[in-house]
């Protein structure tokens, strides 16, 4: 056994760029057959799937704002018509609006919350009832140290980050008896579009307080998120795995 994932479906949510993308690309590197969704950067999706295609794997891009529940029902109907079944959900699609919470406006606490929250509730709900029917899944929560540990500035992102942690566990215990696992990789700091608005004395100080002593790239994400996906994790649900180069340590 290997962390081979031929034959199997899967969606990655915010697959666009990023930490997804990587996501969808080792997916389907290892066999899998992707969805990739996104919001609003079509051109980049495609690419996305012209890469996956040309290493020889199967993909296709499917808009769809995920924070909706029509949106996110379409796109896991869009799985179960284009690949016949869905193994892997991945709920990657994530965005950030910080400011302290004494200029935060109210609507940036929904949007970060309808983003990085609703939109595991809503691609979860779509996916449960097919994986629950052939009593097997894959659920794969994207959420955050930052969920773990809280970072001034983000009460919007730590609340939704910590909420998806609850979620997972909660989840977990509902579908275990189905043979699905609901398991959260919380990554520490990653260059991508996300973190490139942190100042060069930001990264620095992130860099310091990280035991390994620096940034974590995408494809390292991507790993510990295809490992859960596999059949060698059968075993893991409910935790959250760190993948953050020590920094919090929980
Ligand atoms: N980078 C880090 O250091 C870090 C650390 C911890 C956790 N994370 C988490 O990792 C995940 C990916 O982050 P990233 O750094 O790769 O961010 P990113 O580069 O900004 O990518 C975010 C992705 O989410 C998509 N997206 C946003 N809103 C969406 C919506 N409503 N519906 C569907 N797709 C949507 C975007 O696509 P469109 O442009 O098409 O909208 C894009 O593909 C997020 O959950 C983030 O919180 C990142």
New binding site residues.
Partial sequence: MDMQLTGKSAIV?????????CIAIDLAARGASVIV?????EA??QDVVNAICAAGGQASAVR????KMDDASAVVKAAIDTYGKLDILVN?????RDTLLMTMKEEDWDHVIA??LK?VFTCSKAAIRPMIRQRSGRIIN?????GLAGQAGQSN?AAA?AGIIGFTKSLAREVGSRSITVNAV?????P????DVLTAEQKESATKMTPLGRFGK?EEIAYAVSFLASDLAAFITGVVLSVDGGLVMH
């Fill in positions: 949510t915010g697959a666009s760029r990023g930490i997804g993308r969704n996104y919001n609003s950067s980049a999706a769809g704002d995920v924070s990657n699609a994530g965005t950030t983003t990085d939109s994207i959420t955050s140290v930052v992102y980050k919380a990554p520490g700091f990653i991508t579009a996300l973190t995408p």
